[in-house]
């Protein structure tokens, strides 16, 4: 069993384009940290459960048509609404493996246009990642991955704008992986760099999202 002696978990966030592999990615490695003996669990942004996710979900499928600004907050809120679970689970020693966050909020939203000033103000005071990897792939070859599966933003396009947001929002807690590599190539990373966090995100304080 892998001790974090009674610390924290650690907040880790996979980012990518649509069809990058995030999801997969993110599957596997919550087995491997559990099979660790690692308290974990995977969640994703957003979060189409909550009655905001619904929302966001229709509207993603094009049977609701909201003005940008209002689904960038909806985005927002649904993160919002999961902050204090989010805290209280990784205070209490679970790390959590994150498909998507504020980031994604960012990239998409200033992709259509918004001031990404306007875009961050929002997401100030939600808790920053210990950790984000960005798994990088060129927008051509995630469209060629089987496709895309017909929700709003999959058009190779509009990831390419999202792709040069990503590329400005990057800070130091950023760590880019080449999602064009064989997917167990691709994971052997994923597991170093999520363990190395685990182990070093002991020491250090949550803090809050400031931009
Ligand atoms: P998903 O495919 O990972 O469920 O994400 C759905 C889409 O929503 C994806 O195209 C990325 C986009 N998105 C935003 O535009 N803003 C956000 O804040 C998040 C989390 C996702």
């Known amino acids: 069993r892998m001790e974090n002696g009674g610390g924290r978990g650690a907040l880790i966030v996979l ?4 069809r990058s592999g995030k999801t997969s990615q993110c599957a596997r490695l919550l087995s491997f940290l559990q099979g660790k003996g690692c308290l974990a669990e995977a969640w994703r942004f957003p979060d189409r459960e909550t009655s905001v996710g619904k929302m966001i979900s229709a509207y993603l499928a094009n049977e609701s048509q909201l003005d ?5 907050l909806l985005f927002s809120a649904n993160r919002w609404e999961k902050r204090n679970l989010m805290e209280s689970k990784l205070l209490g020693g679970t790390t959590l493996v994150v498909d998507r966050y504020s980031y994604s909020g960012l990239a998409f939203s200033a992709a259509k246009g918004l001031e990404i000033e306007w875009c961050k103000a929002p997401e100030v005071g939600l808790l920053a990642p210990d950790l984000v990897i960005y798994l990088d792939v060129q927008p051509e070859k995630a469209a060629e991955r089987g496709g895309y599966g017909g929700e709003r ?4 396009e509009f990831q390419k704008r999202v792709a040069e947001h990503y590329h400005s929002l990057r800070d ?5 992986v080449d999602g064009s590599l064989p997917m167990e190539t691709v994971q052997e990373q994923l597991r170093e760099l999520a363990m190395n966090c685990i182990s070093e995100c002991q020491g250090k304080q949550l803090t809050n999202l400031t931009w």
């Open 153 to 156: 933003y999959e058009r190779v």
């Open 15 to 18: 980012e990518g384009l649509d």
């Open 172 to 176: 130091s807690t950023w760590k880019v």
């Open 68 to 72: 940008d600004r209002t689904i960038h």
